[in-house]
């Protein structure tokens, strides 16, 4: 009896020692979730031209709903509108300019380069990338120009000038609705504030046919939209997934090893009474960035203790939570710890009906990180002895 009894202790001991120098086998990670997404956006337009920049810039506006197909790649719906101008400079020095209207929906595809270079994590803050797409223009609304045409004929006929290089009448004068194609290409960059919130920045060029000012120059027409606003993300955009600790380059080390201990209860027995010694029991309860809740994986750990507390009817719980450092501010850091504490004594309180003076909560925020990677330590310790 006593020998098996020390083979026993021998092999617990080796195997606690090779626990702890091991990561665990998988890790619960946030993963990318395909995703709708709106934007609205407003700013600026230049509309390239032979008169001076400041008398061709006009106001813009762009609502946009898409879809994000990967980290990377994603499709959108932008419609773009409001105002175009242009203008002419005569030899005599007058200038003439006009503007005019229009409505441009475009259908683009976005590439996300830092998601391309670096890869994903749902908590960076920055990110930038490109665009590209086709759409159309359709533009209306065309009198100023078509007064402007009437005035620059007379000035020329009252000078007897004819025109040459960059003066000219406006021959591609258009009236009532044109539509016309377009080719846009631009970059962007967005700042998240939340994890559905970013405000973000767009540059964009467009290209459509020579008609679109009114001149005849012989090469496309261009305009060039410059935009600030805000884009939010619809339904569920990350989702929780099992990883290996060890796969490739994505390696967790972790300085403490949550272990369960199921070493026999010792009796130590003295002349009148009998005292049974406990081993103590620890668990782990991981969490999602900005969460508090106890997701479905992590529930079977909470029920643990709970069985651990009612078959030591003298055990007592201490549940710590904590915060990771990489994420949010330490005001905020330390409401969420506390939170994560308090939803596990909740638990074992209303739903396995452990008596609250059994149960001590404790949060240390954001300044103490007892794991070395970054997101184990969105999580509360338990231990029950």
């Known amino acids: 009896m006593k020998f098996r009894k ?72 932008a419609v773009n509108a409001w105002q175009s101008k242009g203008g002419s400079t005569l030899p005599a020095g007058t200038t003439y300019t006009w503007k005019y209207n229009y409505v441009a929906p475009t259908v683009d595809f976005t590439c996300d380069l830092v998601n391309l270079i670096w890869g994903y994590k749902p908590d960076r803050v920055f990110t930038a990338g490109i665009l590209g797409g086709v759409g159309v223009n359709v533009a209306f609304n065309n009198d100023e120009a078509i007064s402007a045409d009437g005035l620059i004929k007379a000035e020329l006929r009252r000078t007897s000038y004819a ?77 929780q997934v099992e990883k290996k600790a060890c796969c490739g380059h994505e390696k967790v080390v972790e300085k403490i090893v949550e272990k369960i201990v199921e070493k026999p209860v010792e009796k130590i027995v003295y002349r009148d009474r009998e005292v049974i010694k406990v081993e103590p029991l620890r668990k782990d309860i991981f969490f999602t960035i900005s969460n508090s809740d106890v997701s479905r994986a992590e529930m079977v750990k909470v029920e643990d203790i709970a069985t651990y507390l009612n078959k030591y009817p003298n055990a007592k719980v201490t549940i710590t939570g904590y915060a990771d450092k990489g994420t949010g501010s330490a005001k905020i850091n330390e409401k969420l710890a506390k939170k994560r504490s308090e939803i596990v004594a909740e638990l074992l309180k209303n739903k396995f009906g452990i008596a609250s003076d059994r149960i001590t909560v404790e949060s240390k925020g954001d300044t103490v990180q007892p794991f070395e990677q970054n997101d184990l330590n969105r999580v509360s310790i338990c231990v029950a002895e």
């Open 6 to 77: 020390l083979l026993y202790t021998a092999l617990l001991s080796a195997g606690c020692m090779s626990a702890s120098a091991q990561a665990p086998e998988t890790v619960t990670v946030e993963a990318f979730n395909p995703h709708w997404f709106v934007q609205a956006q407003a700013g600026a337009q230049y509309t390239l031209g032979e008169v001076c920049f400041g008398d061709l810039v006009s106001p813009n506006i762009q609502v946009a709903g898409g879809y994000q197909f990967t980290p990377v790649w994603g499709l959108r719906l």
């Open 163 to 239: 025109p040459h290089g960059d003066v000219m009448y406006l021959d591609n004068l258009w009236d009532g609705t044109i539509a016309r194609f377009k080719g846009r290409f631009g970059v962007y960059a967005d700042c998240r504030v939340s994890k559905r919130v970013s405000l973000g920045v767009e540059v964009n060029a467009n290209t459509t046919s020579d008609m679109y000012n009114s001149k005849d120059a012989s090469n496309l027409d261009w305009y060039f939209n410059a935009l600030a606003g805000v884009k939010v993300r619809l339904g569920k955009i990350t989702k």
